[in-house]
């Protein structure tokens, strides 16, 4: 059974391209992302508000 819906899947890769071309930016800060985990963490999180299917974040 698939882990990640496909609306997840584009929302991630929908940010790798911004992260790629260093036009994403960190909340409210606006500061730049430096690293791919926080790119991938920042699409999961907008995938998870838009409803695709999405695993719970853990809870650390």
Same mark, same amino acid.
């Given at each position: 059974?698939?882990?990640?819906?496909? %609306?997840? $899947?584009?929302?991630?890769? $929908?940010?790798? %391209?911004?992260?790629?071309?260093?036009?994403?930016?960190?909340?409210?800060?606006?500061?730049?992302?430096?690293?791919? %985990? $926080?790119?991938?963490?920042?699409?999961?999180?907008?995938?998870?508000?838009?409803?695709?299917?999405?695993?719970?974040?853990?809870?650390?």
């Amino acid at each position: 059974m698939a882990r990640y819906g496909k %609306k997840a $899947q584009e929302t991630v890769k $929908q940010e790798m %391209k911004k992260f790629k071309k260093g036009e994403l930016e960190i909340g409210k800060s606006g500061k730049k992302v430096k690293s791919r %985990k $926080q790119a991938v963490a920042i699409g999961l999180s907008e995938a998870r508000e838009k409803g695709a299917k999405v695993p719970a974040a853990s809870k650390k």
